[in-house]
């Protein structure tokens, strides 16, 4: 079997005479520490992952439901609990999108799901405390389930359920299914109780007449306000006021890019709010409001929208609105909204002074919480992120450690909200920060952090992060370029002639690019040394790798007695010299001679100023002395890890299972 080798090559000071050198990350007292659980990413995950009900139970936590397969890394499909502390799974889950939930007088919980986007095959299903039940199944168009007295509603746009004729509305009170008497073709999208009934919200289907809502009294209909639009989320205030949200437009709002909210007057007519929210996009035109909570005179509403008002005040996906304020954004500017159908708050739960939202979204307020989440009433976010080492990383790859902080990046959608495409660009500074997605190259493959803080990251180009957007630093394909950043504020990357096999060191200063010589090959890892530039380089011969120096007149000089075998990374430490990865040993290079360094063996490494550490199934130290276990539980498969100060980050373990998980000394 042929074995692609790495060959190195050592790069002398620049012909223009500018020294590189990178900073090494300093070593704290790595000898006793513990894995700390901060690191761990938030929120459930999946292919276009999203939270569409909350539901508080006593003694239990908060039950999640929605279209997920996992949270932290461990598999929980569709519902999930959250005990303030960790999540946990309902026994198998639900299958397809739970959309709704509610809970029983006899303590059982009841979901309503669907097995298809169009609601062509929807189910309700009960959890008696162990496992679940499916009730119905295959039945058309569940939008909801709503416990009310005596029994459960369940609501949609189907025409019989449990072999009874139902026109969208049915009541199971544990024995029998009863209907309440609407027209054919109702549409119910909400149901609330009230103290002598329910009012139902949608296309309500009235003898000779079809409106926006209407309540049942337990013998008759009657109609609530006049018709303003398919009413999706019925709620009454604390002043006793209805409040309804959907997709609400004329003739309350005559312009169609605002509306989605109603309040209905003391003369029972649905009136408009201050300009309602805006419209979701270009691509569709129908404002719309998704979920409403109340504190005090305060009206907290969610849903896909970018702003609300007329001003109109930026407030993504998550808002509120006072009599005496108006519209103000809740956690300015809102939510990190994600790509795809309908992302923002899909339901708001009012936990005592706090708020618990749950939709589509990679953050809330400038901290990363995928798609669930607890608010102060000041904007304040915690994100649930539980007790748990692995992340819901798909495929971090590039660690990058100054200031204090850690820049996680990867190819695909690694850091939060995964599955969701938001951003693949993070910082952890004790909380998750992410990045606007705008501007930032695809298929991230390396990440390096300049000495102002800025991140730079490489994939299908290169970019910076300058304040608010991405600058590109260069056009090229730049998939699998390493990255190096020094104390001057350069970065030095490659570009690759694949059709030639040769590669180009470019390095980048204050918008200014320079070419440092071109060779033969992929240059795979760039490292600083004694003020020269290391380029680690791929080849497909299993020979020993070779170094070049490279002078300021511009000749390339081998140098003798590289190690044999394939390099599978390498870094730099002062205390060690240049050090290489082969066939999990570790080999280091002092500027004249090789010398082996014994250690178990390792899938990753990362040089600090005192040593190296290393990643494979355990997680150890090496220093100019010997080599000494931190922990052994990582479980082997590390990708990547990083220094930083008193804390590693190690990108993957625990049995290979993609993920990110941080040691922190004692």
Do not use: K
């Amino acid at each position: 079997m042929v074995r692609r080798a790495l060959l190195l090559i050592v790069v002398a000071a620049c012909a223009d005479g500018a020294a590189i050198v990178a900073q090494a990350p300093v070593c704290g007292d790595l000898s006793n520490g513990h894995w700390d659980e901060r690191m761990v990413l938030p929120g459930p995950a999946g292919v276009d992952a999203r939270v569409n009900a909350l539901l508080a139970v006593p003694d239990l936590g908060f039950v999640v439901g929605g279209s997920f397969d996992s949270v932290l890394g461990e598999p929980m499909y569709g519902v999930a609990v959250w005990n303030g502390v960790h999540w946990a799974p309902m026994g198998a889950g639900l299958p397809g999108s739970v959309v709704s939930l509610a809970r029983g007088d006899d303590g059982g919980i009841w979901a309503a799901g669907q097995l298809t986007p169009d609601f062509t095959a929807s189910y309700l299903a009960r959890w008696d405390g162990h496992a679940w039940t499916m009730v119905t199944a295959n039945v058309d168009s569940i939008a909801g389930v709503t416990a009310i007295g005596g029994g459960i509603a369940v609501y949609g746009s189907f025409a019989r359920i449990g072999g009874i004729a139902a026109n969208g509305l049915a009541v199971w009170d544990g024995a029998a299914w009863t209907a309440r008497g609407l027209e054919t073709a109702s549409r119910v999208y909400t149901v609330a109780q009230t103290t002598d009934g329910l009012c139902a919200g949608g296309a309500i289907g009235l003898p000779g007449d079809v409106r926006s809502a209407a309540c049942w009294n337990g013998s008759a209909w009657a109609p609530l306000g006049q018709s303003v639009g398919t009413v999706e989320v019925l709620s009454r205030a604390p002043d006793g006021h209805w409040w309804a949200g959907g997709e609400i437009t004329a003739p309350l709002y005559p312009d169609t890019l605002a509306g989605g909210i109603a309040r209905l007057d003391d003369d029972g007519a649905w009136q408009p709010v201050d300009g309602g929210v805006l419209t979701a996009n270009a691509f569709d035109q129908t404002p719309r409001v998704s979920a409403i909570a109340f504190n005090g005179d305060e009206v907290i509403v969610g849903g896909p929208f970018p702003g609300v008002g007329a001003g109109p005040v930026v407030a993504r996906g998550l808002a509120r609105w006072s009599p005496s304020a108006g519209w103000t954004a809740f956690a300015p500017p809102g939510l990190e909204l994600v790509t795809g159908f309908d992302s923002g708050v899909n339901a708001i739960l009012r936990n005592g002074p706090r708020l618990v939202v749950g939709g589509a979204f990679a953050g809330v307020g400038g901290i990363a919480a995928s798609n669930v989440a607890s608010l102060s009433n000041e904007g304040v976010v915690t994100p649930w992120a539980g007790r748990s080492a692995l992340a819901p990383s798909a495929g971090a790859i590039a660690v990058a450690a100054a200031h204090g902080r850690v820049l996680i990046a990867g190819p695909s959608r690694p850091i939060i909200a995964t599955g969701l495409a938001p951003t693949t660009v993070a910082w952890f500074d004790g909380r998750w920060h992410g990045f606007a997605r705008a501007g930032e190259p695809d298929d991230i493959r390396a990440a390096a952090v300049l000495p102002d803080g800025s991140p730079v990251v490489s994939g299908e180009f290169i970019a910076r992060r300058d304040g608010d957007s991405w600058e590109r630093l260069s056009d090229a394909d730049t998939r699998d370029t390493p990255l190096l950043a020094d104390v001057d504020g350069a970065i030095y990357f490659r570009v690759r002639d694949q059709a030639a096999d040769r590669s180009t060191i470019t390095r980048w200063r204050d918008g200014a690019t320079a070419d440092l010589g071109t060779l033969d090959g992929e240059i795979l890892t760039l490292l600083a040394f004694d003020d020269r530039l290391i380029a680690v380089m791929r080849a497909d011969d299993t020979g020993p790798a070779r170094l070049f120096v490279r002078d300021p007149g511009g000749t390339w000089t081998p140098i003798p007695d590289a190690p044999p075998g394939p390099v599978a990374a390498a870094t730099v430490s002062p205390a060690l010299g240049v050090v290489l990865l082969i066939d999990g040993a570790l080999t280091a290079w002092d500027g004249g001679a090789w010398r082996a360094l014994p250690t178990y063996p390792a899938t990753a490494i990362a040089g600090c100023d005192r040593g190296v550490v290393t990643a494979g199934e355990d997680l150890g130290f090496r220093d100019a002395a010997h080599w000494r276990v931190l922990d052994r539980a990582i479980g082997g498969g590390a990708a990547a890890i990083a220094v930083s100060g008193n804390g590693i980050e190690v990108v993957g373990g625990s049995g290979g299972q993609p993920g990110l998980r941080r040691w922190r000394a004692d």
